[in-house]
T-cell receptor, first 114, second 113 residues
């Protein structure tokens, strides 16, 4: 079974803090993704990575950056957290031999920025 | 840009009633996938449809892929409280690499026991 883990289930930070969200997958997947999920807005793609050290902007990259130094790990960085970044953050990976684009999600991190 | 629309956004049913959610893409899709997110949980892959007109069943769930490969539906027969959650459809992105999925906004199903 694919396992995608995220560093925290719940996180509370203050405005202006630098925030790191980490995601690890154990299936040797090529692709990793960061989404945020807000009520009524569905899943919105922030960034994704298709290889180590490679990244591409998604639909809402402003205010975020990412890092992929190792294949199994994809980090989302909020350089200076703001209250409008309070949200559920979901990491996903894909690259299965059977179905290359099926995504497997982590449990999510609910971030509150005060 | 590429869009995937889902209707309805919300659906409330009595236990035992049927439920259907519809998914429409602005572009032809090579495949369509369905995911379920339970309350408090994360999206979990349910199924992938690839062929035009394809129909697949998983117990009480029936998935269809349209002939033009631009629309899909998920039908649940005789809903149970365990069916509660948000159902998302998703298709491969057509811009840039195919690694991305474009998700619909989901249909949130609640079931009254």
């Amino acid at each position: 079974d694919v396992k995608v883990t995220q560093s925290s289930r719940y996180l509370v930070k203050r405005t202006g803090e630098k925030v790191f969200l980490e995601c690890v997958q154990d299936m040797d997947h090529e692709n990793m993704f960061w989404y945020r999920q807000d009520p009524g807005l569905g899943l919105r793609l922030i960034y994704f990575s298709y290889d180590v050290k490679m990244k591409e902007k998604g639909d809402i990259p402003e205010g975020y950056s990412v890092s992929r130094e190792k294949k199994e790990r994809f980090s989302l960085i909020l350089e200076s957290a703001s209250t409008n970044q309070t949200s559920m953050y979901l990491c996903a990976s894909s690259g299965d031999r059977v179905s290359a684009d099926t995504q497997y999600f982590g449990p999510g991190t609910r971030l509150t920025v005060l | 840009g590429q869009q995937v629309m889902q209707i309805p956004q919300y659906q409330h049913v009595q236990e035992g009633e049927d439920f259907t959610t519809y998914c429409n893409s602005s572009t032809t899709l090579s495949n369509i996938q369905w995911y379920k997110q339970r309350p408090g949980g994360h999206p979990v892959f349910l199924i992938q449809l690839v062929k035009s007109g394809e129909v697949k069943k998983q117990k009480r769930l029936t998935f269809q892929f349209g002939e033009a490969k631009k629309n899909s539906s998920l039908h649940i027969t005789a809903t149970q409280t365990t069916d509660v959650g948000t159902y998302f459809c998703a298709g491969p992105g057509t811009q840039g690499g195919s690694e991305k999925l474009v998700f619909g906004k989901g249909t949130k199903l609640t079931v009254n026991p």
